[in-house]
């Protein structure tokens, strides 16, 4: 039977002291003696009463509370980021609540629709298309907002994440520097800045060379396709562009699932295609010949936009608007590319 939780009432009860004493003590307000504040706090403790945080923050507009919005908590970029984030608003005093939008704008509206309703005091979103005039009715409204992992480029909020121009732009150049001429894209058919920034860099790269770029090159898989259809689009691929001699994946899961359709192809990495994934994991290490890839900072990203955010919320005076972090990756060169010259 789940044991009912402690309330200011209970306490009070125990203390044999009023309710309004009890609420006094707890929110550290009011001339109260030192023995009747001690007896209402050692009663609190010993039965681990927890203040109802929408209570508090309707009384107080203050909940104690951040709202993280992602793609997805689920995936290891966001689940990392997710465990900086909690451990550094821990410290500050701070409870986050998670949301995932799964690129949808319709969840990403009602995710922070919710988060609005439980009175969260600040938020870190990962921005998408079509939620923009959500994302500014929050600031409207005196709530402190960090993009991280985006940004909108015509709107001025603080943002942090990943240098993709030139993490990309460097990946592509040391293909190239390596004697590769006919390299892959593939990446995922969503509308996101980061993604865009991603596409540059290799095409930006491709041209400073003065490489040819080839639209037959560059495969764009629809977002939430299963991964089946997904290994067996990338085969397809593979197959149909017999000229392509090293393939850039755009995002962690779609180099995962282009490992797997090269393995059922038979192909040998790099002797048939070189490879390099965007983002690092286990798999990519431990893959044989070991996977090159681009390392996001995590951490760097996730600390950077808490401390942002908590740097609002101390000092509502804190300018931060101009705040455009973009932190280098690092490059991870691995046995999957070869020098061919």
Known sequence: MMQKKMSIKDIAKLTDTSITTVSLVLNGKGRISSEVKKKILDIATKNGYEPNRMAVGLRTGVSKVIGLIVESIGGP??????????QEAEKAGYGVIYGSTNNS????????????????????????????KDIQKLIANGKPVVLIDGYFPDMQIP???????????QAIQFLISSGYKHIAFVAPDLDLVQLQDRTQGYK??????????????????????EKQEAVEAI???LQQEKKIDAVFFCTNYLGAIGLQSINQLNLSIPADVAVISFDDNELLELYPPGITSVRQPTYEIAKSAIDVLLSQLNDDKFAVADMKMQIPAEFIKRGSVTSME
């Open 235 to 237: 085969k397809a691929f």
């Open 105 to 132: 704008i319709q969840k990403g509206k009602n995710v922070i629709k919710m988060l609005s309703n439980q009175l969260v005091d600040g938020y870190l979103i990962t921005p998408m298309k079509g939620l923009e």
């Open 77 to 86: 970029f966001f689940g990392a980021m997710a465990k900086v984030i909690e």
């Open 159 to 169: 943002h942090v994440l990943v240098d993709n121009y030139n993490s990309v732009y």
């Open 204 to 225: 930006d790269a491709l041209k400073n060379a003065g490489l040819k770029e080839n639209e037959e090159l560059v495969c764009k898989l629809p977002f939430g396709v």
